[in-house]
Every structure is written in C-alpha cells, then in structure tokens.
C-alpha cells in the first residue's frame, strides 16, 4: 500500500448545485469520486460478484462489516493474510462499519454498558465483547482505508432521555475511538457517526460534540430504522447541511435510488445499502424505465433487453424472457446477473448525479427519476 502521507484524507469539493456536491476524497488505496454509491460486501464479498465484476461496474469503493468478520474468517486471519484487500483481491478502497448496527439489530443477544457491548455469536452462541478499542483494533487488522467509530444506533420511537444518554455513550466511545487510532495511523481514515434519533436538538448536540474531535469524516447513523420517508427526509434535511462542509458527509444504510438523490441534495457525499443485491436475488431490478419484477410471466417471452440504456453484461447479451427463465429454474447465473445488473444501476445513478452537478442540472435529474419510480408505477411497494 503507497499512499502521500501528505493528501490522505483531503477531501475537495469542485462543483456543488444547491446543496448538491461533487468532490473527491483521498485514501491509501485512491481517490474516491463523490457522490458515491458503496456495495456492501458483508462478509468480504459483494453477493453473488466477483472484483472483476465489481469494477465493469465501476465500484470505486466497498464496504466490509466488522462484526462479520470478525467471527468469521476472524480479524487475526485477515491481519496474517495482509489485510482484506489481499484476501479478497480487491486493491481499490474498503471501508467498514463498527458493528454498531449490530448493536441495534441482534439487541437480544447482546448487553450495552459503559464499556462497550458483549454480545452472543449469531453462529454458535459463543460470548465476544466489543469495546470502542477493540473495535479499532479489528478494524485495523481488516486494513480498511476508512474505519467507523463504535456507536449506538438507538430504535424508532426511542423516548427522549435514552436518546439523549445514548449520543453521549456514543460521544464518550467516539473519543476512546479517536485515542485508540491517532490520525492517519497505518494509512486509514476514521469517521465520527452523528446519532440523536428524531430529535433535531439532541442531533445537534451530537454533531457538535463529535465536531471537536478529529475526525476525517462525519456519517448520519439512525436513520432507516422504522420511520416513515417524509420523517427520514426531514431529519435528513435539517442535519446534514450542518455537518462540516470541508469533510465527507456519509449516509448509512440509505439507499433506495430516490433516497440516495434526497440524500444528495441534502448535501451528503456517500451512501451504502444492501438494497440492490438483496433486491436482485429477489428478482426486483432497477432499470431506466422504472423497477422490473423479473419473475413476471409477461416475460417469458420478452426479446427485449432488461435496460436499453444500461451497459452492463446482463443487458447487454441477455433478453428479459432469459433472465426469467433463469430466476425460476432457481439457476445461481441469475444471482450473478441480476446483482451485476442493479449494482451497475447503482453505480450510474452515482455517476449521473456528480455529472449533473457538475453541469448543474441536478435538479432536473432528481426530477426525472422521480417520475421515473413514481409510486403509482410499482403500487407503492419499496
């Protein structure tokens, strides 16, 4: 890993369009085009993609979970292997989350304290613990070139004073963060995650107290837990043009193709889901022209390509009524092709947004997939 020890890290903004961004952020494994759309790779691999698959895409960066990693294959492996960029041969940047979400959704297998969180393998049951350290020293040994703090992401309709105790929680755990991994130590960046439910007091507040310390970056965590759109959207609006604007601004876990362009021109940078491979195995693809359920038997005998527009594999070699076929016979193809396919839409929404600031026009282009993915289209489904 070579890296300029003088820019890591810095992030330029180069063109904006309302609150809309277009930037660049510099890690130990390249310069990272923003607005970005980050493929999830849970367990160290995008579902159903290869790397080189990954990069026809045009995937800048993806993200890896440090608490899935850590129990399997274990964080020491990967440290012995030279870092998941070595054992899953992808040499662009990674990064990876602190297991707080975790901390959210396995809450019956797991207890919170001052200290950190102990929590049950969903694989044997066996104990582990979490505390803000150890998660930094996973994440070292993963190598990721960004690194989350340990937080906690409190459920929708949380009451007002455990919010307000929980951001401090994750406040006090941030600073232990930042303590454990000095700026820029091996080459990797540390994000501070703003927390505060839906209460824009106490989100100010967090952001506040995570502003003093240094971080390289700042995500919106706690969002896309239960509340309805309009309900994420305004919380959405009203923080993230508060956030420091000489830093990237991360949104995390968001990640339908009209939430990624609210986020957008909310002013945020990055953005990560499992909303496109999940959906692909499910046969709901996203095209130009709206959603397509592939499974329908108005495709059976379909010539036509899945998006005309789209230069993906799947699009450009395979008909509708092929894609069908191979979702119902259950062939593992249609895994591959279907993830290729929604990861490549994805990916150009991404492209298409920054293009769009750039020439500012983003407006226009939110509008267009607006009406695109209106909901009348689809019945109002996700």
Same mark, same amino acid.
């Given at each position: ?24 952020? *510099?890690? &130990?494994?390249?310069? *990272? ?26 995937? $800048?960066?993806?993200?890896? =979970?440090?608490?899935?990693?850590? /129990?399997?294959?274990?964080?020491? /492996?990967?440290? #012995?292997?030279?870092?998941? @960029? ?15 979400? $975790?901390?959210? +959704? ?13 929590? #049950? ?13 150890? *998660?930094?020293?996973?994440? =070292? =040994? ?31 755990? &941030?600073? #232990? ?28 507040? +967090? ?30 609006? @009203? ?42 195995? =499910? ?19 379909d010539d036509s390509p899945l998006d005309p527009l789209c230069p993906c594999y799947a699009c450009?070699?395979?008909?509708? &009524?092929?894609? #069908? @076929? ?5 062939? /593992? ?34 509008? @267009?997939?607006?009406? *695109? ?10």
């Amino acid at each position: 890993m070579t890296y300029d020890p003088a820019t890591l890290g810095q992030f330029t903004i180069t063109a904006t369009d309302g609150a809309a961004r277009r930037g660049s952020l *510099v890690t &130990a494994h390249g310069v *990272v085009q923003t607005p970005i759309f980050m493929p999830v790779g849970t367990q160290g691999s995008v579902k159903a993609l290869a790397p080189d698959d990954l990069d026809a895409a045009g995937a $800048q960066i993806i993200l890896g =979970n440090t608490y899935h990693l850590y /129990l399997r294959p274990g964080d020491d /492996l990967l440290a #012995r292997k030279g870092g998941l @960029h070595r054992f899953a041969s992808w040499n662009k940047p990674i990064l990876t989350d602190s297991g707080g979400f $975790q901390v959210f +959704s396995l809450k019956d297998i797991r207890k919170l304290s001052e200290d950190g969180v102990e929590f #049950r393998s969903h694989h044997d049951g066996s104990k582990h613990f979490f505390s803000p350290e150890k *998660v930094m020293s996973i994440q =070292n =040994n993963i190598g990721s070139d960004i690194m989350m703090v340990l937080d906690e992401c409190v459920a929708y309709g949380a009451d007002y004073d455990y919010t307000a105790k929980s951001l401090e929680l994750t406040t006090r755990w &941030a600073r #232990r963060c930042r303590q454990a991994h000095p700026r820029h130590k091996n080459g990797q960046l540390l994000f501070g995650i703003n927390q505060g439910g839906f209460f824009k007091d106490l989100r100010e507040r +967090s952001l506040a107290q995570l502003a003093e310390i240094d971080f390289d970056g700042f995500a919106i965590g706690g969002l896309s837990v239960g509340e309805s759109i309009p309900e994420m959207y305004d919380m959405l609006h @009203h923080i993230a043009p508060l956030m420091p604007r000489d830093t990237p601004r991360y949104l995390m876990g968001v990640g339908t193709p009209l939430d990624i362009l609210e986020g957008i021109s909310a002013g945020v940078d990055m953005f990560d889901c499992v909303l496109p491979t999940r959906n692909a195995r =499910n046969g709901t693809l996203y095209t130009s022209q709206g959603k397509v359920n592939i499974r329908r038997a108005e495709y059976r005998e379909d010539d036509s390509p899945l998006d005309p527009l789209c230069p993906c594999y799947a699009c450009r070699t395979f008909s509708k &009524a092929y894609l #069908r @076929h191979l979702y119902v016979a259950q062939e /593992l193809l249609s895994y591959r092709l279907n993830s290729l396919h929604n990861i490549t839409f994805f990916l150009t929404l991404a492209r298409q947004a920054r293009e769009a600031i750039e020439q500012g026009r983003f407006a226009a282009l939110k509008a @267009h997939y607006q009406d *695109v993915f209106a909901p009348a289209k689809d019945g109002g489904k996700p």
